[in-house]
């Protein structure tokens, strides 16, 4: 099988062999599509970055897989009802001030997020 992919994201496939089969034996055929973009001014829709972040094929974990704490997952999930937003960045207080904890938060679309940042500088 050939996956023809036009757009200026990463595409990719699976079948069953390498994701399991369904309860009643069906193969399973996994098609990603992956877009990194970067964050715009607030007016204006995000652009795709320049360079796009490859599909992840294997959970990847902080120290031991299955003992530690994940930090990405495979972009070829068997099912997934929405979509995945990952968002890794780095906050920055007003100013440059120092604190304790910083409130951030992401937007796309009509779906909002906040988060606590909480740390020390590094």
């Known amino acids: 099988m050939e996956l023809l992919n ?9 079948m069953g062999y390498t994701m399991g089969l369904k309860p009643d034996g ?3 055929l996994v098609v990603a599509i992956k877009g990194t973009f970067t964050i715009p ?7 795709l970055a320049d360079q796009q972040i490859p599909l992840i094929e294997a959970d990847t ?4 897989p299955g003992l530690s704490a994940p930090v990405y997952e495979t972009d070829y999930a068997p099912y997934k009802a929405r979509c995945d937003v990952v968002l890794n960045g780095t906050a920055y207080a007003p100013q440059n001030e120092q604190v304790e904890q910083l409130e951030v938060g992401l937007q796309v679309g009509s779906l909002y997020k906040r988060f606590q940042v ?3 500088s590094i």
């Open 6 to 14: 036009t757009t200026p994201m990463l595409a990719g496939y699976t």
């Open 26 to 28: 069906r193969e399973l």
């Open 41 to 47: 001014s607030r007016s204006t829709p995000p652009p």
């Open 61 to 64: 974990f902080t120290g031991e």
């Open 118 to 120: 909480v740390g020390g």
